[in-house]
């Protein structure tokens, strides 16, 4: 009985994130977009798709997939469990770190600072946060 309850979860669950991805995609206004004819460098197209919803998105659905996965692997027994829980603990602490950084990143620039002082803010609390685990780990031990 426990495993209808799984299951019925993870299909709850995964309606949630087509209904969030749903509201995302018409949430845009698609009436102002208007295409572009010239030809734009490589960095031009990357900051283009880094500020695209559609980009966000599949980044997140993979994201929760790939989590997913990782965790159905675990519990199965088709993988070996402290390979992939590693895996799945450093995309983790990536994950959190890049969210760290470009919080402290956007605040920095929302106050005015220039973009070389937000990259130095953004890198100064990854190192903090670092040191910290450290000390944690070392006075633990």
Request: charged share 10%; no cysteine; proline share 2%.
């Amino acid at each position: 009985m426990a495993q209808l309850g799984y299951l019925a979860s993870t299909l709850l669950m995964g309606l949630l994130v087509v209904l969030i991805g749903g509201a995302m995609v018409r949430g845009r206004d698609w009436r102002k977009y208007a295409p572009t004819r010239e030809s734009e460098s490589a960095a031009d197209a990357l900051v283009r798709l880094a500020r695209s919803p559609g980009t966000w998105i599949a980044v997140f659905v993979l994201l929760v997939f790939g989590f997913g996965g990782g965790i159905f692997l675990i519990l199965t027994g088709a993988a070996d469990a402290a390979t992939v829980g590693l895996a799945l603990a450093g995309a983790f602490l990536v994950v959190l770190a890049g969210y760290v950084f470009l919080g402290t990143y956007a605040s920095a620039r929302h106050r005015g600072r220039p973009t070389s002082m937000a990259v130095a803010e953004g890198v100064t609390i990854i190192a903090v946060l670092l040191i910290v685990v450290v000390a944690v780990r070392l006075v633990l031990a």
